[in-house]
């Protein structure tokens, strides 16, 4: 049975006002095809950090947009998940990295409040 809390886009509500926020989204699926459709989705909305992780800095809209479209892409999955954890601005400027990452891949903190 999957767990998908009816609460969730109405505690993010209360958080994104019209501001972006960033989000760090996780995917844990086993059908290659599956997980290949919500890594493509994912990629329209920002950038693969690790192979099933992406940061996503999104509004309200673009938010309930990519939620909208994980839940379809979900629908009647037997295992898995698809995770969102909201990150504040000031938990973001603390973010550590160990390792090396590519130019193309560094991400600038945007003047706007982030979660």
Do not use: H, W
């Not at 990519?66 to 898995?80: A, F, N, P, V």
Request: with cysteine; aromatic share 12%; proline share 3%.
């Amino acid at each position: 049975m999957l767990f998908r809390p009816s609460s969730v886009l109405a505690t993010f509500e209360k958080f994104l006002g019209g501001m972006r926020m960033l989000y760090i989204v996780s995917y844990d699926i086993s059908l290659t095809k599956r997980r290949n459709r919500i890594a493509k989705a994912l990629e329209n909305y920002g950038r693969r950090v690790q192979y099933s992780v992406f940061e996503c800095e999104l509004d309200e809209k673009r938010f309930r947009k990519l939620y909208s479209e994980m839940m379809k892409e979900t629908d009647g999955m037997e295992d898995g998940s698809v995770r969102f954890y909201p990150i504040c601005e000031s938990c973001a400027k603390k973010a550590q990295i160990i390792g090396f990452e590519t130019p193309s891949k560094r991400r600038e903190i945007s003047p706007v409040i982030v979660v």
